[in-house]
């Protein structure tokens, strides 16, 4: 693992200042005061690298992002797929649940039960509503369920045969056309950050990435101090 402290640089120009020290063909991990600083330089790098590369997860998305693309860069984090994330001290210490990365796959033939999916995406932080139009919500009519996972472009349709899934389909939610169809579908909790844990999201992050952390020249007690706790158990760990 390189791990760097970034120091002397002003929040304006480190998304520039980044450019020259990532490989985006490696994982690189950013590491934030908070989301004011967090948001220029996820635009600024954004506007020079593009969005399949720069990547934000955290408890609560920066302007332009949603929860589900937040959703999608901690799983791809976790992965060690390649990209430039970043993340705020205090989401990197924020409490992760136990089932954060727990999936349910289900594969279209096989027999489920009707019941148990909805309890299943209830506990994965799924809402219900009467239709489906915003990440996050799933709904219910007769055999059919339809749920937008965060992390997918589209929402799903499940459509049943009692307890046989008949099909499994993307669609679209303004006109309802089918988009593609499906032989399996897999979902993730779409809530992992919680008080309720086992762990915190700094003990995730894997081993063998290009660290940067980033200190303001006047940052306060309280960030310092978050700082160093990041600091000293990044060295333990590496």
């Known amino acids: ?3 760097r402290t970034l120091a002397g640089v002003e929040p304006g120009a480190l998304g520039i200042y980044l450019t020259r020290l990532v490989d985006p063909v490696l994982v690189n991990l950013a590491i934030l005061p908070d ?7 996820f635009n600024d790098l954004l506007g020079l690298l593009g969005a399949e590369t720069v990547l934000y997860s955290g408890k609560n998305p920066l302007s332009g992002t949603d929860s589900g693309q937040s959703l999608s860069a901690l799983h791809r984090l976790v992965d060690q797929q390649p990209g430039i994330y970043l993340v705020t ?4 210490l924020s409490g992760v649940r136990s089932q954060a990365f727990e999936r349910t796959v289900l594969k279209v033939g096989s027999t489920y039960s009707f019941q ?12 219900r509503e009467r239709f489906v139009v915003e990440p996050g919500t799933f709904a219910v009519r007769g055999g059919i369920v339809d749920f937008f996972p965060g ?14 899934l008949e099909s499994a389909r993307r669609f679209e939610p303004e006109t309802q056309r089918s988009i593609s169809d499906l032989t399996e579908v897999i979902f993730f909790n ?10 915190t999201l700094l003990d995730l992050i894997p081993p063998g990435i290009n660290l940067f952390i980033y200190r303001q020249a006047f940052e ?5 101090e978050a700082a160093i706790r990041i600091y000293n158990r990044l060295i333990n760990k590496n």
């Open 220 to 224: 306060g007690k309280e960030l310092g």
């Open 190 to 199: 779409q809530k992992p950050f919680s008080k309720v844990t086992t762990g």
């Open 116 to 127: 148990e999916i909805e309890a299943r995406l209830e506990a994965f932080g799924f809402t």
């Open 151 to 164: 992390e997918s472009e589209h929402p799903l349709r499940l459509d049943f045969f009692g307890n046989q």
């Open 89 to 92: 001290y205090s989401d990197l």
């Open 35 to 41: 989301q004011s600083v967090a948001d220029p330089v």
């Open 1 to 3: 693992t390189k791990q």
